[in-house]
């Protein structure tokens, strides 16, 4: 039950006395305390606090009040500023302070114990002064070389010259350019010339792709020739096509250099698979080629590949996923390792199906020859060039 402050019950009080003890003033005010102003049911003028005592002058018109505001807005003079723009600087202007130079007295002359031994000690004995306190700032290469390694007088520019002066640099010759014959090589590759054991057709410039894959088709009957370099050449796919058809009949070449051109994955697969054949080549290059990228499933691919090869010992390519690269790693070590077993009459070992990662276990058709015909695989043999006849017999 409510009380008042004086401890009655509330509806022990006369309100209609109450309230008509009280002024207009508080009236007006219990009013406006009374009032919600969010209460849409009571009208604008009663949930305004703003009360407007002045009577009104007249009825409404807005086109009175327009006018009125346009002629105030045009007659009354604009406001001054409080203070008018000025520039001006605050704060303390900045002055550096004198720096305080020392006093040097040049007429004053320096003399010490040293003087005489100094002017008397020769420049070889001034270098390997410098070199003792610890000044090699001082010592150029030379200097330094003498001072420390040869113990001679340097020849030439010897003596103590002095930190700014420096050492002749060495000028060698520019490499002059490959000057195979390219038509000729050609003719005695195609003729199986037996003078012919390695070609060098690096950096050779104006060779076409039409002659580089004649190159390659005539590795077909060739039978003479054991190194093939061909870096820089601009060799591509088309290229790298008629090396492995070449390379299906070959059973002689043992280095292939393809490094530095345009040759991409699907063509470094089609020479691993040309070169699985026969197991005949020991090292191959295809490094730094235009499409430097190539792709985990070439490079899955190229790994499988060389595990499946018995003859690689040396494999130049740059792989970017790590697993494929390791097993590449590991399949060289086996064949280098391998090779050593065959010399020394040991057991050639071969990786085992649980040791062979997944993507590597299904066997191509020159894994399964080389098992087919693993016991009579010669390891030691490969260090001397295969002879058709020999192979025969």
């Not at 001082?138 to 113990?151: I, K, R």
């Not at 070609?199 to 076409?208: A, D, E, R, T």
Request: glycine residues 6%.
């Amino acid at each position: 039950m409510a009380l008042t402050p004086k401890g009655k019950e509330l509806k022990d009080l006369d309100l209609d006395d109450l309230l008509s003890k009280l002024t207009d003033a508080e009236l007006e005010e219990l009013q406006s305390e009374l009032i919600d102003p969010d209460d849409s049911m009571i009208p604008p003028s009663d949930r305004c606090r703003y009360k407007v005592d002045k009577e009104p002058t007249g009825p409404f018109s807005r086109e009175k009040l327009l006018d009125y505001l346009e002629n105030k807005a045009k007659n009354e003079k604009d406001w001054d500023e409080s203070k008018p723009y000025s520039k001006e600087i605050r704060g303390k202007k900045y002055e550096p302070k004198e720096e305080v130079k020392p006093v040097v007295q040049d007429d004053v002359p320096l003399e010490t114990e040293w003087d005489d031994v100094l002017a008397q000690a020769t420049e070889e004995e001034l270098v390997d002064l410098a070199a003792v306190l610890g000044f090699h700032g001082m010592l150029n290469q030379p200097q330094y070389h003498h001072a420390f390694v040869e113990g001679k007088e340097l020849k030439g520019s010897g003596g103590f010259l002095g930190v700014a002066k420096y050492a002749d640099f060495k000028i060698f010759p520019d490499e002059a350019p490959n000057s195979t014959d390219v038509e000729d090589s050609l003719r005695k590759v195609k003729g199986n010339d037996p003078t012919l054991k390695e070609l060098n057709l690096n950096n050779v410039k104006g060779i076409s792709v039409e002659q580089l894959c004649e190159f390659g088709e005539a590795l077909r009957t060739n039978t003479s020739l054991e190194k093939l370099h061909m870096a820089n050449t601009r060799s591509n796919d088309k290229v790298a096509k008629a090396i492995a058809s070449g390379l299906l009949k070959n059973k002689t070449l043992k280095l292939l250099n393809l490094e530095s051109n345009y040759i991409s994955g699907t063509g470094i697969i089609e020479l691993l698979e040309a070169i699985n054949a026969n197991q005949v080549v020991t090292e191959f290059r295809v490094v730094n080629q235009r499409p430097q990228i190539l792709g985990v499933k070439n490079e899955m691919e190229i790994a499988r590949l060389v595990h499946d090869n018995t003859s690689l010992l040396r494999f130049g390519i740059f792989m970017e996923v790590r697993g494929p690269r390791v097993q590449v790693t590991d399949s060289i070590k086996r064949n280098s390792d391998n090779l050593r077993r065959g010399r020394m009459g040991e057991e050639i070992v071969l990786p085992s199906v649980e040791e062979t990662p997944s993507y590597l276990r299904d066997k191509s058709k020159a894994q399964e020859s080389v098992e087919k015909n693993n016991s009579s695989v010669s390891y030691a043999a490969r260090e001397e060039p295969v002879d058709d006849e020999n192979e025969d017999e």
